[in-house]
């Protein structure tokens, strides 16, 4: 394979600019011209390529974001959108395709590769929630903003006796509120993969005063039923009753424009290194991610078809740390 394209979808992930450079320099190095493509699938149906040379990725390694820049498409889950990707593909002599995003953007690239064009995915995502990656590029970004707006948050709730709840980001997926109420030591911590009732929030909170904490803190993902505007309503709706509120923060796409971590830029350029690696192996058709500390390659038939889920002693975890 002599000229690969490159390309980054969907919500932009720190590490991104990370990955791009790896598959440029890799690329490179097993005598490819690079391209890149601009604003992810609309920049494949518009034809908008750039060769990208190892100096055009100088001074990226550092920055959020991607600098090839990111898009959701509508217009790419048509087979009109694919056959035009597919048509400038050709027409610009590509013959793989490194695509770099999460679940949305991986079911584009499975649609690609089932039309007959070789694609390799790079797990990228703030949201975990992609099978055949136990971990995806800018998790470990997103938890760090996570956990130092919790630790603020902590301090003035501890100063005011008050409870507060904050919402993170990982659209359908609990991980992120997960880990960030682990890590961030919550009192109490709501995924869309468990049900909760308010009623049991409420009582997790008084019994966190009952024990001498003066504060309490509840992390929420925005997919559970009870978001955090949802569960300050309920609070405020029986606030007479339950006999406190909770004040909310909703975190927001500051989750995703974090200083890469040095987990992220590491993962990042191994998966880069990985996705040049199976184009030239014709392996296609895959996305590379980490399994056990080691580099993995699982069909995007499978990506597609699983879901990845969340660990059942980690959530029990969760709930024995708030006590
Ligand atoms: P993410 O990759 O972060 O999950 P999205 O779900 O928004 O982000 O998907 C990014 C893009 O991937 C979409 O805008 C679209 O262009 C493409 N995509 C998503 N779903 C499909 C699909 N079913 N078929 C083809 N392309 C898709
Ligand atoms: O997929 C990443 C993500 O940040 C999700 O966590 C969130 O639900 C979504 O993207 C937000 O999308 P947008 O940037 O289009 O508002």
């Known amino acids: 394979m002599k000229r690969i394209a490159v390309l980054t979808s969907g919500g932009d992930a720190p590490g991104m600019n990370a990955a791009i450079r790896s598959v440029v320099r890799v690329g490179i190095e097993a005598k490819m011209d690079v391209y890149g493509v601009n604003r992810g699938y609309a920049g494949l149906v518009g034809g908008s390529f750039v060769q990208l040379r190892a100096r055009d990725v100088s001074g990226i390694l550092e920055k959020g974001g991607s600098f ?4 959701r498409c509508p217009e790419f889950k048509t087979e009109e959108g694919q056959m035009k990707a ?7 002599g590509i ?39 136990d971990i995806t590029i800018g998790v470990d970004t997103a938890l760090n903003v996570i956990l130092e707006a919790i630790d603020r948050l902590k301090i003035t709730a501890s100063s005011h006796e008050r409870a507060f709840v904050i919402e993170v980001m990982g659209r359908d997926c609990g991980y992120l509120a997960l880990m960030a109420g682990i890590a961030g030591g919550a009192e109490a911590v709501i995924i869309p ?10 009582g997790e ?8 904490k003066n504060h309490a803190l509840v992390v929420v993902a ?3 039923k009870y978001n955090a505007t949802k569960l300050a309503t309920y609070f405020s709706d029986n606030h007479e009753r339950l006999g406190f509120e909770l004040r909310v923060t909703i975190l927001g796409h500051v989750q995703r424009g974090g200083t890469p971590s040095a987990f992220d830029r590491i993962l990042a350029s191994r998966l880069g290194e990985a996705a040049v690696e199976a184009l030239a192996d014709g392996e296609i058709g895959v996305l590379v991610g980490l399994a056990n500390d080691r580099i993995v390659r699982t069909p995007l038939e499978v990506v597609n078809s699983r879901k990845k889920s969340l660990d059942p002693r980690v959530v029990k975890l969760a ?3 708030a006590k």
């Open 86 to 92: 597919l048509h400038m593909l050709r027409e610009n």
């Open 95 to 133: 013959e793989g395709l490194v695509v770099i995003g999460g679940n949305g953007s991986q079911t584009g690239s499975y649609a690609l590769s089932k039309r007959g064009f070789p694609v390799v995915g790079i797990a990228s995502t703030i949201d975990n929630d992609l099978y055949g990656s």
């Open 68 to 71: 090839l820049q990111s898009a």
């Open 319 to 321: 709930t024995v740390l």
């Open 205 to 212: 909170i008084r019994s966190a005063y009952e024990r001498g």
């Open 193 to 202: 993969e468990v049900e909760t009732d308010p009623e049991l929030v409420a």
């Open 222 to 224: 925005e997919g559970a």
